[in-house]
């Protein structure tokens, strides 16, 4: 139990930084209509993608022959790559067909 | 070892993100939102990838080889997707996010140094990282399935809430067992990620084909949560806000598609709709009417105001082109034509918006549910083209029906309604609809693309 507590007083700002992004988040995309529901899912789906930070972290800081991270690392990296790229670029295909209509 | 000057531009990172969710939310901004969260990332990715951590082998050539891989794949499945697989595609990209998080809590074990103190936040952290991005991983893929139709709504667990429960149970149990250990042994970690991708599975196989979007959704949320799990580990902002902005507006956003339903998201996770009962009785007749094309298409040309009302149907015929040819025959000749676009059209919300638009049909065309039922009794003929669930009226009729209390696009207010449709089957919710032996309505059988075209064809000889 000691050990729990002094985790939360380590990373006390991680945890406020934490429960004020809850906040945020959840203003931050009050009030959306419906037409934008699939484009936000989809370019919120990419953001999510920021667990590729986790990756690199592990990759750069592991053994040049440890290969069991390297490996996993790898597949972590190009599974998040996919996920971020993928998301961005099929937000903006998205999104571009509705920007296209309004020169109309 | 901390870099000051690195560590302000990752709040610029973090700033780019919610500056970018917000511009997402609203028509005039989206896509310059979505280009500043773009940006956003990449500067994280890149302030991470030089961020002096003290003297790391730093690997480089894996983390390019990785991206590059990655890169390609995910820019080559954006670009070649069709538009109405985009719920497929999400759900695919979900996966992946929450693999990697998974991945990183695995290998977070493997190296935690000998001698750690195992009931610890740490050690915490890092189980609830495992947990949730298996899930996400699992479950998207599941989802994925489901959507893709190779995994039917009719495979079922036997007491799926039960097994849910005791699942969810034995992973604490586990999670506190592993925790209480004095050295870390790894064949649990292992069952732990096992039961976790089993409970992915399990927690999204009960839920019907037709609340996908919203699993989707909830199963995007934990993948950011996952995210801000990993961002605890190792202390970074960036992931820490980046993850939990999107795990809170994912919760938000499966809420709001849940209300444009009417359910609750408790009553979707129990898999209230899924292939329950056919509908319970209705009092009107089970006798359907067949129009042909040629009646239709004259009824069509003289008329004064044509509504039509699309749903997944007409994506999955591709007809949406088509559509809008038949469309501008009409305004040729005279006809005021409106889309009534339900909310939950299509597979996820706004999803028929945008196959729309990429068929140019122009924006002010397109009409809200409730602009279209207010509309509706002006006009002369509706046209439901693969739509189904969102025109049935038994949500407001039947109080056995599991859609009871959905808002619908009120058809039968209009002077005659053309159902096109492929056969009497019935629509994703798996519920009769009393609306095709209605008075008024009409049935054209065929697939939407023929149907559309034969129409144009007859039009144009009437």
Same mark, same amino acid.
Not at chain 1, 58 to 87: C, K, Q
């Given at each position: 139990?000691?050990?729990?507590?002094?985790? !939360?007083?380590?990373?006390?700002?991680?945890?406020?930084?934490?429960?004020?992004?809850?906040?945020?988040?959840?203003?931050?995309?009050?009030?959306?209509?419906?037409?934008?529901?699939?484009?936000?899912?989809?370019?919120?789906?990419?953001?999510?993608?920021?667990?590729?930070?986790?990756?690199?972290? *592990?990759?750069?800081?592991?053994?040049?022959?440890?290969?069991?991270?390297?490996?996993?690392?790898?597949?972590?990296?190009?599974?998040?790559?996919?996920?971020?790229?993928?998301?961005?670029?099929?937000?903006?295909?998205?999104?571009?067909?509705? &920007? &296209?209509?309004?020169?109309? | 070892?901390? $870099?000051?000057?690195? /560590?302000?531009?990752?709040?610029?990172?973090?700033?780019?993100?919610?500056?970018?969710?917000? =511009?997402?939310?609203?028509?005039?901004?989206?896509?310059?939102?979505?280009?500043? %969260?773009?940006?956003?990332?990449? *500067?994280?990715?890149?302030?991470?990838?030089?961020?002096?951590?003290?003297?790391?082998?730093?690997? +480089?050539?894996?983390?390019?080889?990785? %991206?590059?891989?990655?890169?390609? !794949?995910?820019?080559?499945?954006?670009?070649?997707?069709?538009?109405?697989?985009?719920?497929?595609?999400?759900?695919?990209?979900?996966?992946?996010?929450?693999?990697?998080?998974?991945?990183?809590?695995?290998?977070?074990?493997?190296?935690?140094?000998?001698?750690?103190?195992?009931?610890?936040?740490?050690?915490?952290?890092?189980?609830?990282?495992?947990?949730?991005?298996?899930?996400?991983?699992?479950?998207?893929?599941?989802?994925?399935?489901?959507?893709?139709?190779?995994?039917?709504?009719?495979?079922?667990?036997?007491?799926?809430?039960?097994?849910?429960?005791?699942?969810?149970?034995?992973?604490?149990?586990?999670?506190? +067992?592993?925790?209480?250990? $004095?050295?870390?042994?790894?064949?649990?970690?292992?069952?732990?990620?096992?039961?976790?991708?089993?409970?992915?599975?399990?927690?999204?196989?009960?839920?019907? =084909?037709?609340?996908?979007?919203?699993?989707?959704?909830?199963?995007?949320?934990?993948?950011?949560?996952?995210?801000?799990?990993?961002?605890?580990?190792?202390?970074?902002?960036?992931?820490?806000?980046?993850?939990?902005?999107?795990?809170?507006?994912?919760?938000?956003?499966?809420?709001?598609?849940?209300?444009?339903?009417?359910?609750?998201?408790?009553?979707?996770?129990?898999?209230?709709?899924?292939?329950?009962?056919?509908?319970?009785?209705?009092?009107?007749?089970?006798?359907?009417?067949?129009?042909?094309?040629?009646?239709? %298409?004259?009824?069509?040309?003289?008329?004064? &105001?044509?509504?039509?009302?699309?749903?997944?149907?007409?994506?999955?015929?591709?007809?949406?082109?088509?559509?809008? $040819?038949?469309?501008?025959?009409?305004?040729?000749?005279?006809?005021?034509?409106? +889309?009534?676009?339900?909310?939950?059209?299509?597979?996820?919300?706004?999803?028929?918006?945008?196959?729309?638009?990429?068929?140019?049909?122009?924006?002010? &065309?397109?009409?809200?549910? /409730?602009?279209?039922?207010?509309?509706?009794?002006?006009?002369?003929?509706?046209?439901? !083209?693969?739509?189904?669930?969102?025109?049935?009226?038994?949500?407001?009729?039947?109080?056995?029906?599991?859609?009871?209390?959905?808002?619908?696009?009120?058809?039968?207010?209009?002077?005659?309604?053309?159902?096109?449709?492929?056969?009497?089957?019935?629509? +994703?919710?798996?519920? $009769?609809?009393? *609306?095709?032996?209605?008075?008024?309505?009409?049935?054209?059988?065929?697939?939407?693309?023929?149907?559309?075209?034969?129409?144009? %064809?007859?039009?144009?000889?009437?």
């Amino acid at each position: 139990m000691d050990a729990i507590l002094n985790f !939360i007083s380590e990373n006390i700002v991680m945890i406020y930084i934490l429960v004020l992004a809850i906040f945020l988040g959840m203003e931050v995309i009050s009030k959306v209509p419906t037409v934008l529901h699939t484009p936000l899912m989809s370019g919120a789906n990419a953001v999510s993608g920021v667990v590729i930070i986790g990756a690199i972290w *592990l990759i750069r800081n592991a053994e040049p022959d440890n290969y069991f991270v390297l490996v996993i690392g790898f597949f972590g990296i190009a599974m998040a790559t996919i996920n971020v790229i993928g998301g961005f670029a099929v937000t903006n295909r998205m999104l571009e067909m509705f &920007k &296209k209509k309004k020169k109309n | 070892m901390k $870099d000051p000057t690195l /560590d302000f531009l990752y709040l610029i990172a973090i700033v780019l993100f919610v500056v970018g969710l917000k =511009g997402l939310s609203h028509p005039e901004s989206a896509r310059r939102g979505n280009l500043l %969260a773009a940006a956003g990332m990449i *500067l994280g990715i890149i302030i991470t990838l030089f961020y002096p951590f003290g003297n790391t082998p730093n690997n +480089y050539a894996w983390i390019a080889s990785g %991206a590059v891989v990655g890169g390609v !794949i995910g820019y080559l499945a954006a670009i070649k997707v069709k538009m109405t697989k985009m719920p497929e595609m999400v759900s695919i990209f979900n996966g992946f996010g929450g693999a990697c998080t998974m991945l990183i809590a695995i290998t977070e074990f493997k190296t935690l140094p000998p001698g750690t103190e195992f009931m610890s936040g740490q050690v915490l952290t890092i189980i609830f990282s495992l947990f949730i991005g298996s899930v996400a991983f699992s479950g998207s893929f599941v989802a994925y399935g489901k959507l893709d139709g190779f995994l039917r709504d009719s495979i079922k667990l036997p007491v799926p809430q039960l097994f849910n429960g005791i699942l969810l149970l034995g992973i604490i149990v586990l999670s506190g +067992y592993i925790m209480s250990m $004095d050295e870390l042994n790894y064949t649990y970690v292992l069952i732990l990620l096992l039961l976790s991708i089993l409970y992915g599975i399990t927690f999204v196989l009960p839920i019907g =084909g037709g609340d996908m979007p919203v699993v989707i959704s909830l199963l995007n949320s934990f993948t950011g949560l996952g995210a801000a799990g990993a961002g605890l580990i190792y202390g970074n902002q960036v992931m820490i806000v980046g993850g939990i902005l999107v795990g809170a507006s994912g919760t938000f956003l499966t809420v709001l598609m849940c209300e444009a339903m009417n359910r609750s998201l408790i009553n979707v996770i129990i898999g209230g709709l899924g292939a329950t009962t056919l509908s319970s009785d209705s009092d009107r007749e089970k006798v359907y009417r067949e129009a042909t094309h040629g009646d239709t %298409a004259i009824l069509l040309k003289y008329s004064q &105001k044509v509504m039509i009302v699309p749903g997944y149907g007409l994506a999955v015929a591709q007809a949406q082109h088509a559509c809008q $040819d038949l469309e501008s025959m009409l305004e040729k000749e005279g006809v005021q034509v409106f +889309y009534g676009i339900h909310p939950v059209a299509g597979r996820m919300p706004g999803h028929m918006n945008v196959l729309l638009a990429e068929a140019d049909v122009p924006y002010e &065309k397109l009409l809200e549910m /409730d602009d279209s039922n207010s509309e509706l009794p002006t006009t002369d003929v509706v046209l439901v !083209i693969g739509a189904n669930d969102v025109v049935n009226p038994a949500a407001k009729e039947d109080e056995g029906s599991p859609i009871y209390g959905m808002p619908i696009i009120d058809v039968e207010m209009a002077k005659n309604v053309i159902i096109m449709k492929r056969s009497m089957r019935t629509g +994703y919710a798996g519920i $009769d609809n009393p *609306l095709f032996y209605g008075e008024k309505s009409k049935m054209l059988f065929g697939d939407a693309k023929d149907s559309l075209n034969k129409l144009k %064809a007859e039009i144009t000889n009437a």
